[in-house]
């Protein structure tokens, strides 16, 4: 049972468009996180939540608007998509004052605008 | 936010010898954790080693092991016998405990060569 799943795993699409990305997991944790990795590699911090609240948000476009139902889930909804948003994106976990404090990922969503 | 600076992005070392990535951070905070994480071609991201900021023992993990100089904010890690399955980016990770935002450094392409 994989830990953190995302869905899709890859994603091609046009400008202007407008795409989600899903993200689950089954670890119990109560904080989720979405990273954006660009084409140097470069990971960069999105958002944050803790228990459904948002924690974290950095500069980034309200295009991009997540969305946590619940704490096990952290879906991301991009609008009008652009060559730029183009990216792995990654979904992660962890728990809050935990012991250990380590993130645990998903296997990154590859998004390519045309 | 806190800022993580991996000065060297590009190293190679041959198989068997031992490789040191380097790494700073700049934080204002008293608690905090640090890690290493590897990203092969698959781009899963995957633990390699994480540190306690209140611990003064360096952390090690088989082959893997930190030199964490606090006064210094320098948190660089040491990969001994290298092997081929080694070659990844590795990222140098800071994580706030209070709320769990992990910042990342830029990474560091290490090629193993036979």
């Known amino acids: 049972d994989t830990a953190v799943s995302q869905t899709p795993k890859y994603l091609v699409t046009q400008m202007g468009n407008d795409k989600s990305i899903k993200c689950e997991q089954n670890?119990?944790?109560?904080?989720m996180y979405w990273y954006k990795q660009d084409s140097k590699k470069f990971l960069k911090i999105m958002f944050s939540y803790n228990n459904k609240e948002l924690i974290i948000n950095e500069t980034v476009p309200n295009r991009f608007s997540p969305k946590s139902p619940d704490k096990a889930h952290l879906n991301l909804h991009i609008n009008s998509l652009e060559l730029g948003d183009s990216a792995v994106y990654f979904c992660?976990?962890?728990?809050?004052?935990?012991?250990?404090?380590?993130?645990?990922f998903g296997e990154g969503s590859r998004l390519t605008v045309l | 936010a806190q800022t993580v600076t991996q000065s060297q992005p590009e190293m190679s070392v041959q198989e068997a010898e031992t490789v040191t990535l380097s790494c700073t951070y700049d934080?204002?905070?008293?608690?905090?954790?640090l890690f290493w994480y590897k990203q092969p071609p698959s781009r899963q991201m995957i633990l390699v080693i994480r540190q306690e900021a209140y611990k003064q023992q360096n952390a090690t993990e088989n082959r893997f092991s930190v030199n964490f100089q606090k006064a210094a904010k320098s948190f660089s890690l040491k990969i001994s016998d290298s092997q081929l399955g080694d070659t990844a980016m590795y990222f140098c990770a800071f994580m706030n405990y209070n709320n769990n935002d992990m910042r990342f450094g830029a990474g560091t392409r290490l090629t193993v060569k036979p």
């Open positions: 670890l119990g944790h109560d904080t």
């Open positions: 934080t204002s905070e008293s608690n905090y954790y």
């Open positions: 992660a976990s962890s728990q809050l004052g935990g012991n250990t404090g380590e993130l645990f």
